[in-house]
């Protein structure tokens, strides 16, 4: 049984920063990459950035500069930093956690960037 769990979500000033995190659990291989994807409300969900097995990470270029990716390794636990929020940055973030076939999702995270 394989568990993605989001945390740290909340609500933040515009030009703040948040960190949230993505923790696995189960049988899962050493091989396994973790994505990130945010739905805002009325839209479709879209990606943000992942990092694969070997570290390398990736990061939508309409994000770059201002989101980082990184992990834990041992604990199986990703992050996902964001500076200077916008108000568009407003949504449900998500991780899902690819391992060969299989693809499982976390339940999300809301984040508000709000005034």
């Known amino acids: 049984q394989v568990q993605v769990v989001e945390s740290g979500g909340g609500r933040v000033q515009p030009g703040g920063s948040l960190i949230v995190s993505c923790a696995a659990s189960g049988s899962i291989s050493s091989r396994y990459e973790i994505e990130w994807f945010r739905q805002a409300p009325g839209k479709k969900r879209e990606g943000v950035g992942g990092i694969g097995s070997g570290g390398i990470t990736d990061v939508e270029n309409a994000m770059k500069g201002r989101f980082t990716i990184s992990r834990v390794i041992g604990n199986n636990t990703v992050f996902l930093k964001m500076d200077n929020l916008k108000h568009d940055d407003t949504a449900v973030y998500y991780c899902?956690?690819?391992?060969?076939?299989?693809?499982?999702w976390g339940q999300g995270t809301q984040v508000t960037v709000s005034s």
């Open positions: 899902r956690l690819v391992d060969g076939p299989n693809a499982y």
